[in-house]
């Protein structure tokens, strides 16, 4: 199996910053794209960001770009968020996904991670 963990949420105050990691684990022969998704309180799923393993990210439309940046670091199979000038709208459990192969010539599928909440106070 692909396990994915994401970490590095908490509390913060309104303009404040955190860095969210997700990091996958297992048995894993490649992985593809990355994202994150965030989910507010009552709300649906919002998709975050993208990035390809080349590291290009594409983002999701304002309020959220230049503000949020994410990264990859392939060796160790994780990914980044770092979240800067929070406000409390981005308040809720941040998930990663991830596409990837168990092994070679295996089907790509998707993995998902439990969550980390992510609180902004104003």
């Known amino acids: 199996q692909v396990q994915l963990v994401e970490s590095g949420g908490g509390l913060v105050q309104a303009g404040g910053s955190l860095r969210l990691s997700c990091a996958a684990s297992g048995t894993i022969y490649s992985i593809n794209d990355m994202r994150w998704y965030r989910q507010a309180p009552g709300k649906q799923y919002e998709w975050v960001v993208t990035i390809t393993p080349d590291g290009a990210a594409t983002s999701a439309d304002l309020p959220l770009k230049g503000r949020f940046t994410a990264s990859r670091d392939n060796a160790k199979n994780t990914m980044y968020l770092q979240m800067n000038r929070l406000k409390p709208e981005d308040t809720g459990v941040y998930y990663c996904?991830?596409?990837?192969?168990?092994?070679?010539?295996?089907?790509?599928?998707?993995?998902w991670g439990q969550g980390t909440q992510v609180t902004v106070s104003s």
């Open positions: 996904n991830a596409v990837a192969q168990r092994t070679r010539g295996s089907s790509w599928r998707d993995y």
